[in-house]
């Protein structure tokens, strides 16, 4: 009953350094979300694959790419890190259609030193 | 520019009363909305939604209200358990959220046994 899965929990990097966090559901989900949240600013949406083979930006994609690899696995990539992009991220996952929720993973904390 | 506006930071009830979580939006076009709550060092969890065709979504101890008119919502927690404090994001979308949600920035529920 694994949900969404996020790795790693934590991790620290020097600035400039790349990364990519990885993320996975087992529920057969259509759609996958990428979120960072910052203390006072909620959950900010980076980017999303609505489906398999398609990837959209959210709200603050800069210094982000993303892959969505097959159905269950959507990762994250920051080709180089920046201090501004420490933070919480989340990976979560929806069936695609209307008026359902999505589900979170317990995300992964990135601090860029 | 915030299109959901939760004004409270953080709000303390008495175990056994009732808790009151307010939420405001903007965008007209909204038509779907969900509470989410969190608890530290783990992912937002869905709680309740309800579509702006409805007013009122009732689940065990868990209301929400609609107001499109005031473009408002609220969520009413009877009776208020220790377990209940967390953090509570609002949540809308348009198109029944199958896309992109916008996230509130959190309220936190302390529950005094």
């Known amino acids: 009953n694994a949900g969404v899965t996020q790795t790693p929990k934590f991790q620290v990097l020097k600035t400039g350094q790349s990364m990519t966090l990885q993320c996975a559901q087992d529920?057969?989900?259509?759609?996958m979300y990428w979120y960072r949240q910052d203390p006072g600013m909620g959950l900010r949406l980076i980017y999303y694959s609505a489906s398999e083979g398609t990837t959209d930006k959210g709200e603050v994609p800069n210094g982000y790419n993303v892959s969505r690899l097959n159905k269950r696995e959507f990762s994250l990539r920051l080709e180089s890190a920046a201090p501004s992009q420490t933070s919480v991220y989340f990976c979560a996952s929806s069936d695609g259609q209307a008026y359902q929720p999505q589900h979170f993973g317990d995300g992964t904390r990135l601090s860029i030193l | 520019d915030q299109q959901v506006k939760q004004n409270s930071p953080s709000l303390s009830v008495q175990e056994g009363r009732i808790s009151i979580l307010n939420c405001d939006y903007t965008n007209s076009m909204f038509d779907y909305f969900l509470w989410y709550k969190k608890y530290p060092a783990e992912g937002p969890t869905f709680l309740i939604s309800?579509?702006?065709?409805?007013d009122k979504n009732e689940d065990g101890r868990f209301t929400v209200f609609l107001n499109k008119s005031a473009k408002h919502l609220s969520l009413h927690i009877v009776p208020s358990q220790p377990g209940d404090s967390a953090v509570y994001f609002c949540a809308a979308s348009e198109g029944g959220g199958y896309q992109k949600v916008t996230f509130g920035i959190g309220t936190k529920l302390q529950v005094i046994p």
């Open positions: 309800i579509s702006s065709i409805k």
């Open positions: 529920m057969n989900h259509n759609s």
